[in-house]
């Protein structure tokens, strides 16, 4: 069945039974390999991608729900807060192994665009069903902190 949707901007199609995971068409279709496959029930966060703006897991949704609807994979957030996220990361050697990286800066841009200086509580509490094989969280929380002062920055610039 031919599904349309939006992908990091550009419009595509793609021939895919109805009820396939969106990160099997994701991964295996398009390609787009920087979203992970994690635990396939939704309560990981590996596979986090944004679906109309909000952080959704992959694993679970079906791709006829994203017909004629805006997905975006870690290849095509490029906000202010994913860049933020990802100097910082890179600053503070936030990722160990990087498995599940994408899914913490999918989730943590979400998190900074809805609350852009989030306590210590709002980052545990938002991040929770993002986990992280390494148990890198403490460095997880510091380098959302660290993005959320650089925004701040620009911000009062």
């Known amino acids: 069945m031919a599904i349309s949707f ?9 021939d895919a039974s109805p009820d396939t995971p969106l990160l099997w068409v994701l991964r295996d279709e398009l390609k787009m390999t920087g979203t992970k496959f994690g635990c396939g029930i939704a309560q990981c ?5 944004h679906f109309n703006g909000n952080p959704t897991r992959a694993c679970s949704l079906p ?4 017909a004629g609807q805006a997905i975006t994979t870690i ?12 100097s910082a990361w ?8 990087g498995y599940c990286q994408s899914g913490q800066i999918m989730s943590a841009a979400d998190l900074l665009r809805n609350k852009p200086q989030p306590s210590d509580a709002d980052i545990d509490q938002f991040m929770s069903g993002n ?7 403490q460095r997880i929380r510091s380098g959302i902190k660290l ?10 610039a």
């Open 45 to 49: 966060g590996a596979c986090t991608v």
């Open 131 to 137: 986990i992280c094989r390494c148990a890198t969280y």
């Open 6 to 14: 939006t992908l990091n901007g550009k419009s595509i199609q793609v």
């Open 147 to 156: 993005a959320a002062a650089e925004l701040a920055k620009e911000v009062s």
């Open 75 to 86: 290849e095509g957030e490029d906000s202010a807060e994913a860049k933020a996220l990802r």
């Open 90 to 97: 890179e600053a503070l050697a936030v990722y160990q192994c």
């Open 63 to 66: 791709v006829q729900a994203v």
